[in-house]
């Protein structure tokens, strides 16, 4: 990756890439564990309510798939501007 171009456009593609995960981890954490919980208080999943659910285990299991999402994605576009290990 040799000219300010191909730089920038790494640069830019893995900060969408952030973006984009810390979008989906604050929806399914906040959104859904803090602002939504009354709206799925009907909804139960394994003896609790879904809003309680995600608030406890859903953000978690959210945040892991997001991990290696995230390096899927990352070990991706490394490969195609150049810089992998």
Same mark, same amino acid.
């Given at each position: !990756? &040799? $000219? #300010?171009?191909?730089? %920038?456009? /790494?640069? @830019? &593609? %893995?900060? =969408?890439?952030?973006?984009?995960? +810390? @979008?989906?981890?604050?929806?399914?954490?906040?959104?859904?564990?803090?602002? +939504? =919980?009354? @709206?799925?208080?009907?909804?139960?999943? *394994? *003896?609790? $309510?879904? *809003?309680?659910?995600?608030?406890? %285990?859903?953000?978690? /299991?959210?945040?892991?798939? +997001?991990?290696?999402? /995230? @390096?899927? #994605? !990352? %070990? #991706?576009? $490394? #490969?195609? /501007? *150049?810089?992998?290990?």
């Amino acid at each position: !990756m &040799a $000219d #300010k171009s191909t730089s %920038n456009a /790494y640069w @830019a &593609a %893995n900060v =969408r890439v952030i973006l984009i995960s +810390l @979008a989906i981890w604050f929806v399914c954490s906040f959104g859904l564990g803090i602002i +939504l =919980r009354p @709206a799925l208080s009907g909804i139960h999943i *394994g *003896g609790a $309510d879904l *809003g309680f659910w995600f608030a406890q %285990n859903g953000s978690i /299991y959210v945040f892991l798939v +997001l991990i290696f999402a /995230y @390096a899927a #994605k !990352m %070990n #991706k576009l $490394d #490969k195609e /501007y *150049g810089v992998e290990e």
